[in-house]
Structure formats: structure tokens, C-alpha cells
């Protein structure tokens, strides 16, 4: 062992030395971390120096406080950040109860079924945002929601008992969208669970809901702490559901009075600068207080070398209950937006299902946008996008990642930081600081596909860079050590070591990231202009000019399906990923 570890000791100034000894490849791995800061430090440098300077005709003016002071000194503030406070908090909880019940029943019980629940919350990553909140206001909207219309007649009444448009209602719209990402995080601490704990606790005659509030919890702390705050994130971050609900409502929060104060007919770029900081401030603190909660994890780990085997509960007899519960939430949750989307692309006006006088089913909604002037653009657009955004993130992010764990280990935690900072940044944010940079900024590309390119980047390396850190941490450097010493080049260990070992998680980066770029509208509303239209945004357009519900759902149907298959393949890529690892 000594000897081992003097040979380490002595192999690792060499190990820098080749670093920083000159090659392409290393020449390559440094421009990675300049373009990466590039992204991140420029929109961000842009956005405070907006919100501190004059706003005029001709854009940025003098250096002044006055930004500050008009979006600071309003009563209208104290609104925005309560309004963002309790829907983001409250979102979060309820998906959080809401995922970690379908965790708890998929990994630690014996309920039948467990593969189809998986399958379904990878399925839900191919559902926009915007179309599931579209999808519900046809559901609950007291207007035309058909679900209100059937209450009305049951109940006798001309008031619907149900309003989508009230908090509550934009709570549980984020809740039903974002449970399966709850139910993703949570999974793995549940599957990792040791369940003799428990076992050993009902020995000493303690009860079940004993068990859970010492034993479980406590074990599960660092799970249910990040989770909850990576929601918190993502409701404080939301737009589509304060835009399409939120608005109608009356309830502003800090994401709709940014981009109304950005794209209202006299643009007041400085004070959506400095309320972008705050929400900004604000999403840090939450990122710090993610990585605090997981710093100490390892201290709740329950896998040991002593022999540890994850086992199930048995139900008995509330296997089939539980898995009947399971089906409903899934049916209610998923299955009901999806099916009201499709019902209602068939109809020209929102219409009963199922109910007579219902209409005669056309096709028209579907020829109408197959016809429409820029959806072969958007769809163009959006697609190029994607494949564009997604190749270059996995390409960066594998090569940060290489940086940060094998060529400057020391300082590899700051690359790490740079690369993860813009999961901080709701995607608004980053289209206004986008704009603002590139308005400043004697490069060419607003009103081009390429500035839309530059937000997908930022907004998305985060999750590239969680792919590539958890996919090379699995492959020990002793690997490239050996091919070094044998006299490989850097090119060379990439192409013919590492490259075929991360092929799956980069092909489920990829995926992933394709789908995330395909669905994205927050940061595309603030960027796109006549030139340029993507999906999303033409969507919302059709839907706020008061055109037809049911071509807008036949959009919605046209852009989900085929994000249904590229999911559905990344889950074959996993059942083909676990089955080598098996063998």
C-alpha cells in the first residue's frame, strides 16, 4: 500500500505536467472552458450592467439607481415575490408528496405493475409544459372546461364548482406536470434503502407510522431535502403556467412581470433587470441551500461493504389496491390531458366527450396546421435546435468533465461550478440577459437561430454536465494511465478508452437534452422575433389570439407524438444498458 501510494504521489505532478505541456487536444479542452465561461459570465455581466443604466431610445444610458428604485419602492413587489413564494412552495410540496408516493410504491413495495409506472414517468418528459396547461384549462377552465360542464349538469348548478384560475388551480397544473421528476429524484435513494432498518424496528415493537417518522425520514433526509428544493427552483422558474393561468387571474409573479415589462410596447429593460436579479438572488440561495442539504449524504448512506441487499415490502393483499391507486394517479395526473388534448384535435369548438351532440370528428384541425405559414419553419427550427444543442452540450460537457475529474482534480470543482451555475437561472432570465448581452455586443445573430442556439447552451450544460461527471466517475484513471504509459496520446485514450465506455450516457444525454430544447418557450418568447419561430412559441401565439382549441391541440398532438418515440427509445437504450451491466 505504501508503495502504491508513492508511486501516486510521484505520478501526479507528472499528470500535470502533460497537462499543461502544449497539444491540440489540451488546447481543445481549454477553449471548452472559455466558451463555457463565455456563456455564462457574458449574459450575466450584461444583465447587471442593464439593470443599472438609464434606459433610453437609443439603450443603455447613464449609470443610475433609478432601475432599482422604481421596481423596489412599489407595493406591487411585495405582491410579486408572495404570489412566487406560495406557488413555488406550494408546488413543490405537493410534488413532492405526490413523486415520492409513486418512489415509495415503485422501488421499496411488490406492487405489480412497477415497469409500466417507470415507463409512463419517462414518457411525461415528452409533454410540454405549455400543453399540459393548455390541456387543463380545457379540463377545469369554468368556461369550456368539459370536466366543469359535466359537474354543472350532475350537480344541477350554472356555476362551476371547479376554477382553474385561482392559485390552487396553477399549483396542481405544475404538481401533475412535474411529479415524475419527483418520483426521478427520489427513486434512486428509495431503491438504495435498507430495509432491515425497518425490519429491525418492527421487531422492537414499533409501529408503523414510528417507523417512519425515526427510521425512514431521518434516512431519507438529504433525498426529500434536495428534491424539494430543486422544485422550489423549478416552480420559481415556471412561466407557462403563470402566463396561461396566472395572467387570466390576476396572479403576477416575478417571470410574467419580467417578460411583460421587456415585451409591453414601450420596453423598460432596466427594471426587468433588476427584478431578474432578484429572482435571480433568489433561485441561488435555493441552489446553495441543494448542495448544503446533500454535502454530508454519505453520512445517511445505508450500502456498506457488510453484505447489503435492497429488498421489497410485501403488501399481500394491498398489492392490487395499491396498484389500482397507482393507475388512477397516473390516469388523472397524465392520462387526462394527454386524452383531452387528443379528443379536442378533433373538433373545431371544445366540445363533451363522449357526450351526444358532441359534433361530427373532422381532420381539419390537423390540415389547418399542417397548412399554416410557419410551422414547417418552427418545426425546422425547433428540431435544428435540438440536435444542435444537445451535440454540442454532450461534446463540452464530457470534455469539462474530463477536465475537472482527471486533468486539474484540485481545481476541478470551480470548471464543475462554472458549468452547473445556470441551473440557478430561470430560463426567462436567461433570454432577457441573452437579449440585452447581444443588443450591446457587436455580434450579429438577434433575429437569428443562432441566439437562440447561445440560450439552449446555457440553459441546458448543467444537465449535460451531471451526464458526463456521473458517467466518468464510474471509470477509474488508472485505465488512461496505463494507455499514457504505454505511449497513447490524449486523441487516442479518448477514441479507443473512454469513448466506447460513455457511449450510453452520452447517447441519454443526448436524448434528454434534445427533448428539454424541443419543449423550451421560456427563454425562446424573450428571443424569438419575425425571423425566426419555434414551436413553442407559435403554439402560445395560437392559443392567446383566440383561434381554434382544436388546432392548437392538433399541434399539441403533431409535437407530442414524435417526443413520445425519442423517449421511448432512450428507454430501450436504459433496459439495453442494464442488461450489459448484468451480463
Known amino acids: 500500500m505504501a508503495l502504491t501510494t508513492g508511486m501516486d504521489a510521484q505520478a501526479a505532478p507528472k499528470w500535470r505536467e502533460r497537462f499543461f505541456s502544449f497539444s491540440p487536444a489540451k488546447i481543445i479542452a481549454v477553449g471548452g472552458v472559455v466558451f463555457v465561461a463565455w ?7 450584461a444583465l447587471f450592467f442593464t439593470a443599472f443604466s438609464e434606459d433610453t431610445i437609443y439603450g443603455p444610458g447613464d449609470f443610475t439607481f433609478d432601475n432599482f428604485i422604481n421596481a423596489y419602492t412599489q407595493w406591487h413587489l411585495l405582491k410579486l415575490f408572495w404570489n412566487s413564494l406560495v406557488f413555488a412552495g406550494g408546488a413543490g410540496v405537493l410534488t413532492l408528496v405526490m413523486g415520492g408516493f409513486v418512489a415509495w410504491a415503485v422501488e421499496r413495495t411488490d406492487m405489480p405493475g412497477r415497469e409500466v409506472f417507470h415507463s409512463l414517468t419517462l414518457l411525461s418528459f415528452a409533454l410540454p409544459g405549455l400543453l399540459t396547461t393548455m390541456a387543463w384549462m380545457l379540463i377545469l377552465s369554468p368556461n369550456v372546461g368539459w370536466v366543469n360542464s359535466l359537474l354543472k ?160 415490502m410485501k403488501l399481500g393483499v394491498w398489492r392490487w389496491p395499491l396498484c389500482a391507486v397507482m393507475g388512477l394517479l397516473f390516469a388523472f395526473a397524465l392520462g387526462l390531458p394527454v386524452a383531452t388534448l387528443i379528443w379536442q384535435s378533433l373538433f373545431i369548438k371544445p366540445t363533451l366527450p363522449f357526450m351526444a351532440g358532441a359534433g361530427e370528428m373532422t381532420w381539419d384541425n390537423y390540415a389547418f396546421v399542417l397548412g399554416y405559414p410557419i410551422f414547417a419553419d418552427a418545426v425546422k427550427t425547433s428540431v435544428s435546435l435540438g440536435a444542435m444543442s444537445a451535440t454540442i452540450i454532450v461534446g463540452l460537457a464530457f470534455l469539462l468533465a474530463w477536465v475537472a475529474q482527471r486533468a486539474i482534480p484540485r481545481f476541478g470543482w470551480m470548471v464543475d461550478l462554472l458549468a452547473f451555475l445556470p441551473i440557478a437561472f430561470p430560463s426567462i432570465i436567461v433570454g432577457a440577459s441573452i437579449l440585452f448581452a447581444y443588443l450591446l455586443l457587436p455580434i450579429p445573430v438577434y433575429n437569428t437561430i443562432w441566439i437562440l442556439l447561445i440560450a439552449y447552451l446555457t440553459l441546458y450544460m448543467p444537465y449535460g454536465m451531471r451526464f458526463a461527471s456521473g458517467g466518468l466517475v464510474q471509470i477509474h484513471k488508472e485505465l488512461e494511465e496505463a494507455a499514457h504509459t504505454s505511449g497513447a496520446s490524449y486523441g487516442q485514450v479518448f477514441r479507443r478508452i473512454l469513448l466506447p465506455l460513455l457511449i450510453p450516457v452520452a447517447l441519454s444525454a443526448w436524448i434528454y437534452i434534445f427533448v428539454l430544447a424541443v419543449r423550451e418557450l421560456g427563454a425562446s418568447i424573450m428571443l424569438t422575433g419575425p425571423g425566426t419561430h419555434v414551436l413553442g412559441t407559435i403554439s402560445l401565439t395560437m392559443w392567446e389570439e383566440g383561434g381554434s382549441y382544436g388546432a392548437v391541440c392538433a399541434l399539441g398532438v403533431i409535437q407530442i407524438l414524435p417526443l413520445i418515440a425519442i423517449v421511448a427509445v432512450l428507454r430501450w437504450l436504459e433496459h439495453r444498458i442494464q442488461n450489459t451491466e448484468s451480463q
Open 39 to 45: 456563456l455564462v459570465i457574458v449574459p450575466l455581466a
Open 153 to 312: 349538469i350532475a350537480l344541477g348548478t350554472e356555476v362551476a364548482p371547479l376554477n382553474i384560475y385561482s392559485m390552487s388551480g396553477m399549483i396542481w397544473v405544475l404538481s401533475a406536470h412535474y411529479f415524475p421528476l419527483a418520483y426521478l429524484l427520489l427513486g434512486p435513494a428509495f431503491r438504495s434503502l435498507d430495509v432491515r432498518m425497518e425490519e429491525a424496528a418492527y421487531m422492537s415493537g414499533a409501529r408503523t407510522m414510528q417507523i417512519t417518522r425515526r427510521v425512514t425520514m431521518p434516512m431519507m433526509r438529504p433525498a426529500i431535502l434536495s428534491t424539494l428544493l430543486l422544485l422550489f427552483i423549478r416552480g420559481i422558474e415556471s412561466f407557462e403556467v403563470p402566463r396561461l393561468i396566472g395572467n387570466p387571474a390576476r396572479i403576477e409573479v416575478f417571470t410574467t412581470d419580467i417578460q411583460a415589462a421587456i415585451r409591453g410596447s414601450q420596453p423598460e429593460l432596466g427594471t426587468a433587470s433588476a427584478l431578474s436579479i432578484t429572482l435571480l438572488i433568489m433561485c441561488i440561495v435555493s441552489v446553495w441551500l441543494y448542495r448544503r442539504s446533500t454535502r454530508n449524504a454519505e453520512a445517511f448512506a445505508t450500502i456498506t461493504g457488510k453484505g447489503y441487499k435492497p429488498t421489497r
